[in-house]
């Protein structure tokens, strides 16, 4: 399988501040990669993606860059938000078909 | 809301028993796939389905397997459950076709004793 992984399991950031999350991949094939956040007692819920023709794209408040050299992914997040707490997931695309793989994640704590 | 449904929301089995989840799919959405988020874990791909037929397995035994019914719903049953099946599992939905996103269910949190 896919092995995605997280630079921090942990980060803690003060509301108003930016905050930046990183994630590593293995395959250097995969062409598709979205960033989840995952609240208390729910699903994962889509916040960006990008394909692998793109070096940048840019959503509300947040904005996703691909490194494929160093096969890294990050996820900015401008004007942090105590809702902004959350886990946050990179996924990989595995193949056409939308099967995903996700690295263990990174918990965001916005302090007040 | 992302439209995908999840049945039950909790449940408490006995080792060695059987348990059948079940999901209901994006309306739109051909393709299910089924994920096992452990404690503290990213969710780990179980299966896909596609057509009604798996469309390729994650590292799982034979004993997780599924179903996908014409109108895209699918179940996700485990056999012979063991105490490390304690998990949130996970379904989620999407359309086949070019790049596009995997909208995910809320989970059933399943616990083994």
């Known amino acids: 399988g896919e092995s995605v992984g997280l630079h921090l399991p942990t980060l803690s950031v003060q509301e108003g501040d930016n905050s930046i999350i990183n994630c590593a991949y293995s395959?250097?094939?995969?062409?598709?990669f979205i960033w989840y956040k995952q609240e208390s007692g729910k699903g994962p819920q889509f916040i960006i993606d990008?394909?692998?023709?793109?070096d940048k794209r840019q959503g509300q408040r947040v904005t996703v860059l691909l490194n494929k050299t160093v096969k890294h992914l990050s996820l900015q997040i401008a004007a942090t938000q105590p809702g902004d707490s959350a886990v946050y997931f990179c996924?990989?695309?595995?193949?056409?078909?939308?099967?995903?793989?996700f690295g263990s994640g990174t918990k965001l704590n916005v302090k007040p | 809301e992302t439209g995908v449904t999840q049945s039950p929301t909790h449940l408490i089995k006995t080792r060695g028993q059987q348990v059948t989840l079940r999901c209901s799919s994006q309306?739109?959405?051909?393709?299910v796939s089924w994920y096992q988020q452990a404690l503290g874990q990213g969710p780990q791909f179980i299966f896909q389905?596609?057509?009604?037929?798996?469309?390729g397995r994650g590292n799982f035994p034979p004993r997780f397997s599924g179903l996908q019914f014409p109108n895209y719903s699918s179940e996700l049953n485990v056999n012979a459950l063991e105490l490390d099946d304690s998990a949130l599992y996970l379904c989620?939905?999407?359309?086949?076709?070019?790049?596009?996103?995997?909208?995910f269910g809320q989970g059933t949190r399943l616990t083994v004793v």
């Open positions: 989620a939905s999407s359309f086949v076709t070019g790049n596009t996103e995997a909208f």
């Open positions: 990008i394909r692998s023709n793109m």
């Open positions: 395959n250097s094939a995969s062409d598709y």
């Open positions: 309306s739109g959405h051909n393709t």
């Open positions: 996924a990989e695309r595995g193949d056409n078909f939308n099967k995903f793989y």
């Open positions: 389905y596609y057509r009604e037929e798996e469309n």
